[in-house]
């Protein structure tokens, strides 16, 4: 997309990278650990043939897919983000593979709110999640003081509202 | 803020009768079910449930009468007031600038009474939709009156803004008024085709196996003919019969169908038995919806559908406009009810290259269905090979169908195959947008838009396979607006 359509600039920190790299080794150590648990479970018990089958399948499926998760899912994301917020928009462009240019008016926006997790806390960075009418839209790992600053913005410009119908 | 409430009504004792035949409605199988089974079973928990019984009944026939004698209703100039609840006492207010449109129903028992339903309805998740099941015919009007007037945007006097109401009334103009041999052509586009003549040509392969057998035995000419003819009887006997059931169908629901309008509202009646009637705020209309089945793709009708934020939705889709119009004059009324809105008959369409991406596309559906038919029924492999060409017609179909336009304020967008859906909308009415690659798309240039109008739920149309090209033009035009919206 680009060259075709005009790129949101500000990038997401260095640190989100590292924050998101932990917390997807948590969860997929749980997902990891539940699936093995059945597994044995299944073998120990003599359940039905076709289930060990599948949860081995899932096991190796989960493998794979958390070496992506921890290694290259962060990277990308962090290389790939981009927005930007004006009194206009709030622009949105992320993807890895599947890549998206989002553009929400500031009008439609009806609640702007700041997320942090454990992990995020560790790293000092918040979610910046903002609410329209049909969807939610996610700003992830800003540090602190700008996130504060980012959702006390896009209140004051989502305080402006159109002449309504 | 101190409420001025306004006299509170009771709602029609009718509405208490109605009421308790639906409760003895919903009482009727468990009643039944315990005098049976009580026959059978001698279990205390049984006894105790049949000695509780009665008075579970009484409790509720209570219940129903003091939830009846508790409603009351009122209004003033600005807001619907509610008071309800037996225990615990409900109070609503419904301001009049919350209603997006009101929806009447008058079934044969309303006509006998001179009443009707009349649903208020109200655009946030919130908010409920107001509805009253039996208003006299003057009361309701009263209310539509009071509640758009409120709406007008100059509202001087109280009595000037009901002139000028009942002005615009007589203004009304009639914009298409169906005919009955439009509603003949409608019973013949409804007839479902496509279920009728697949459970027929099953019926006579299976047939055919037993005909095969009878005529290996007794080589007859005759006896195969007469097979035929029965055949070929059974098949206008069905068509016939469809045919009958959907002219009653289509009659009954479209008989005396009128669009309407003046320089405020949007009017739509219909119905025979079942009269339902709905006005719309013209300035509450988000977008055009456009829909064509296959069927009706090729006979060029159209079905037009009003994008409001309306949440009441009765099984009756009322918000469409007649579901049968010719294409062209649907798109003339379409600027006929609104100026602002103009449809581009000659849109841009997708570039060649993009049929190749659409064609080569993997399908996943046909990937694991041809899986399943080579791994279980191999000798049905030829399913597969019809399942892959309906799939590129499809494909074929949608990428004809595909069109993108902008002009000006507007946006028109027409895409898929089976059901073919085209959206006209305003910049300043679209709350969302969203340009979406995929690695595939990105080798051929393309792109998918995402255009979201306010409805309940909110409705996304999406056009697949854009040229880059037109997704950027789309994306600047949408960054700009601004210029088209006013904020206070």
Redesign the interface.
């Known amino acids: ?1 680009e060259g ?3 790129q949101p600039k500000t990038k997401l920190p260095e640190k989100a990278k590292m924050a998101w790299r932990i917390s997807n080794i948590i969860s997929n150590i749980i997902i990891f650990a539940i699936l093995l648990t059945l597994y044995f479970v299944a073998e120990h018990f003599n359940w039905w043939h076709w289930l060990q089958w599948l949860l081995l399948i899932l096991v190796i499926i989960e493998i794979i897919y958390a070496l992506w998760d921890v290694t290259l899912s962060p990277y990308l994301t962090q290389k790939y983000w981009r927005y930007d917020i004006d009194e ?2 709030i622009k949105i462009k992320n ?1 890895k ?9 500031m ?2 926006v009806q609640s702007v709110l700041l997320e942090q997790g454990p992990i995020l806390r560790r790293f000092g960075l918040y979610n910046i999640e903002v609410h ?4 939610m839209h996610e700003i992830p790992g800003i540090p602190e003081d700008l996130a504060y600053i980012l959702r006390d913005q896009i209140a004051i410009f989502a305080k ?4 309504s ?1 | 803020m101190i409420e001025t409430v306004p006299s509170m009504k009771k709602i029609t004792s009718i509405k208490l009768i109605l009421n308790y035949l639906k409760l003895i409605r919903s009482l009727l199988i468990p009643t039944l079910a315990l005098i049976f089974l009580n026959e059978t079973s001698t279990n205390d928990i049984w006894h105790l449930l049949w000695t509780a019984y009665p008075f579970i009944v009484i409790f509720l026939f209570l219940l129903v009468f003091l939830k009846w004698f508790t409603y009351r209703y009122g209004y003033d100039d600005r807001a619907f007031y509610i008071h309800s609840g037996v225990f615990t006492k409900n109070k609503q207010v419904i301001p009049f600038n919350r209603v997006q449109n009101i929806q009447r129903k008058r079934t044969i028992l309303h006509k006998l009474s001179r009443k009707t339903q009349i649903v208020f309805s109200t655009a946030a998740v919130t908010d409920e939709d107001l509805v009253f099941e039996m208003l006299s015919l003057q009361e309701a009007n009263l209310l539509e009156d009071l509640v758009f007037s409120k709406k007008t945007p100059v509202a001087p006097l109280d009595d000037n803004s009901k002139d000028t109401i009942s002005m615009h009334q007589r203004d009304q103009k009639i914009h298409y008024q169906v005919t009955i041999p439009d509603l003949l052509k409608a019973s013949f586009a409804s007839v479902k085709f496509l279920t009728v003549v697949p459970t027929f040509a099953v019926g006579i392969i299976i047939k055919d196996k037993d005909a095969f057998h009878f005529v290996k035995k007794t080589v007859s000419l005759e006896l195969i003919l007469s097979h035929l003819w029965i055949d070929a009887f059974v098949l206008i006997g069905i068509l016939l019969i469809s045919f009958l059931l959907s002219i009653c169908y289509t009659f009954s629901k479209y008989w005396n169908y009128t669009l309407s309008s003046d320089d405020l509202k949007i009017y739509i009646k219909r119905g025979l038995f079942n009269e339902t009637r709905l006005s719309i705020q013209k300035s509450r209309v988000q977008a055009f919806n456009i829909k064509q089945g296959l069927f009706k793709q090729l006979l060029g009708l159209v079905e037009v559908e009003l994008v409001t934020s309306s949440s009441y939705e009765d099984d009756d889709d009322i918000s469409t406009l007649y579901p049968f119009l010719p294409k062209k004059i649907a798109f003339q009324i379409i600027t006929e009810l609104l100026p602002e809105y103009q449809v581009d008959l000659k849109p841009r369409k997708l570039e060649r290259r993009v049929l190749w991406l659409k064609l080569c596309r993997p399908s996943i559906i046909w990937i694991i269905s041809s899986i399943v038919i080579f791994i279980w029924i191999p000798t049905f492999w030829w399913i597969s090979l019809i399942l892959f060409i309906l799939i590129e017609t499809i494909r074929y179909v949608d990428f004809q169908n595909s069109h993108f336009s902008i002009h000006d304020e507007l946006i028109q967008m027409q895409s898929g195959g089976f059901v073919s859906k085209m959206l006209i909308s305003k910049r300043k009415n679209i709350i969302e947008a969203k340009v979406r690659t995929s690695p595939i798309q990105r080798k051929f240039k393309a792109s998918t838009i995402y255009v979201s109008n306010r409805a309940n739920p909110v409705k996304v149309t999406s056009v697949f396979d854009m040229p880059l090209a037109y997704s950027a033009e789309f994306y600047r035009w949408y960054k700009k607006r601004g210029e088209s919206i006013q904020v206070e």
């Open positions: 997309m075709w359509i005009e206009e928009f993807g593979l599947f890549k998206v240019n989002e553009l929400i008016p009008t439609k329209t009418m049909g969807s402006i509202k159109e002449v119908e």
